[in-house]
């Protein structure tokens, strides 16, 4: 799957590509029927939410779960993120399945993904790449993504570390500064904009994009995998965050066939039995170049 | 304004009516213009945020200000109620202006207000209506009023008190209990309907009609006036909540003309210069019903 010139210009518009229903209800099921298991796990890679044992997100399942070791190396998902760096070979920065429970699913305040990668992972630029892929339709009352059109035309904006308002630390973007994106986006007609749709729907957008997600009141979960795509010389330069949040291992990611999710095809699972004790440790300092290199 | 047999019809089978564009721009400003007055009063009747200084719920404006004692008589608000009722008097119950602030406003949990109704205030019946009159837009992402179309048929249902999620004490519906009546609505498709319209719609909707609402992440308002009339034998029997928040004059609402919202009428404001320190007073004792008729 390659993307036209359309699209590519579409998401240097918008900063987003949507695609409904791109992986089937039985691709998508393989996944889903990997997440309880996942998600009851008591390892520091679970982040519950304030106040409930649901999970909020789950990271690094891609070293953990056939399924999602497929998933991160499937050509859906790869190849378009490839097109739109120019063909640069990649490396799995970030790997969430975010929960977004039914009923205790809380808000994601407004952010950029970039603007955490660089202030607290020390990655150069923002040739990195967010993946959103749906595990259960998405629809107006299940806390879809919202995004501001065109946001990520601002490059990295002013933000703030909340350590409060969730359980999972992240660097969100000043109410004024959202009101103006969203008013230059359209206001009420198109600022902001949440891509409904079936669950193995796929969502591409830009590392800058500033989004969020309100909380989950429905009785419908909502759990979505994250993935997160790096160039592979924009690397990140520093280890303050666990090895299981931002990934140290920098290896270009090979394609699997496209039937990876419904036929076997052996995968590296180097963290099945657990976390090493090394993903746990972390430094404020640069890395040395030439050891990561 | 009076409803067709089709609406009623309606109204019974869903548990809500729906008004777009009910009150004109004009008569719809008249009304927020007075809000950030209310608002910033430091008074017993401003509910604010937790954690935030934005007001959540103001209480009892149609005894301190004039545009909105003119609404709580208005008789395109009034009249559809009586009609509802089969044309029995009504009285002012509760009068509320919800916030729901751009980016401030928090959820309200799943619940029926009879319930609190009946609960706090020992209402005996069900016989007395809601009304939402929208002062902004309401769009999908400054955290419409959820419904579960039919819910109110269940009567009154289980309920928690929930003194501590938000900053207002509410009895919630339990999770699997919502599942069921969503599922019973139609599941995705149809199960939870939020009318979305311009300032100055209106809904009515049922005191057993199950509501809710998200978040407001985005940077609009989203206030509402909340008006809850009650039969006039259906009155309280119980003043276990301040005067402000659940009233205690049971006198019969008159209508003042269809133009009041634009042309000068006299109305009383007997609160306007403050509290009164009875409107404080409260008691778990049922009340002396010879006293009250």
């Not at 993120?81 to 120019?86: A, E, K, M």
């Not at 998405?138 to 909340?162: Q, Y």
């Not at 969020?212 to 690397?235: E, I, K, M, Q, W």
């Not at 090895?243 to 990876?260: N, Q």
Request: glycine content about 6%.
């Amino acid at each position: 799957m390659r993307l036209t010139p359309e699209q590519l210009e579409q998401f240097d518009r918008d900063g987003y590509l949507f695609f409904p229903g791109l992986f089937s209800k039985e691709e998508t099921q393989t996944l889903s029927d990997a997440v309880p298991d996942l998600y009851s796990r008591r390892e520091a890679y679970n982040i519950r939410e304030k106040g409930s044992d649901a999970v909020r997100t789950n990271f690094a399942a891609h070293l953990i779960s056939e399924p999602f070791a497929k998933l991160a190396r499937h050509p859906r998902m790869v190849e378009p993120v490839q097109d739109l760096f120019g063909g640069e070979d990649l490396y799995m920065h970030q790997f969430k399945i975010n929960g977004k429970k039914a009923f205790d699913g809380d808000v994601w305040q407004w952010h950029q993904d970039y603007g955490t990668w660089l202030n607290d992972d020390a990655m150069p630029t923002e040739r990195a790449m967010n993946v959103a892929i749906f595990l259960d339709d998405v629809i107006e009352f299940n806390g879809p993504l919202m995004f501001i059109p065109g946001s990520h035309k601002k490059g990295v904006v002013d933000a703030k570390h909340d350590l409060t308002t969730t359980s999972y630390p992240l660097w969100t973007v000043d109410n004024a500064l959202i009101a103006q994106l969203v008013d230059r986006a359209g206001g009420k007609n198109g600022g902001i904009v949440a891509p409904k749709g079936p669950a193995g729907s796929m969502i591409l957008f830009h590392s800058c994009l500033v989004h969020a997600s309100s909380s989950n009141l429905s009785p419908f979960d909502r759990v979505s995998v994250y993935l997160s795509l790096c160039t592979l010389g924009n690397h990140i330069r520093r280890f303050k965050r666990p090895e299981f949040i931002a990934h140290r291992d920098f290896t270009p990611i090979s394609c699997l066939p496209d039937d990876c999710l419904s036929k076997p095809y052996p995968v590296d699972l180097p963290w099945k039995d657990g976390l090493p004790a090394s993903a746990l440790e972390t430094s404020t300092d640069l890395i040395d170049e030439a050891k990561a290199a």
